[in-house]
């Protein structure tokens, strides 16, 4: 049940700030809800999945660094 999703960029040195409007998500083992933010260096990709509400809305940041 639930759902994933993996953003990648395709440039090397991005970061990524994630921030959940509504729900809950997983990130990276972390286990964010509504109003949780999280912050990432280094990698080219970023996986996201949503265990318990299909309806999550998030707002995801490519930002360079």
Do not use: C, H
């Not at 049940?1 to 809950?24: C, H, K, N, P």
């Amino acid at each position: 049940q639930g759902a994933s999703i993996e953003y990648e960029t395709d440039q090397s040195g991005r970061g990524f700030w994630l921030f959940v409007i509504e729900g809950e998500v997983e990130v990276d083992s972390n286990q964010l809800a509504t109003g949780d933010s999280i912050a990432t260096q280094g990698f080219e990709s970023l996986k996201m999945m949503n265990r318990l509400n299909p309806t999550a809305k998030i707002m995801l940041f490519d930002l360079p660094l």
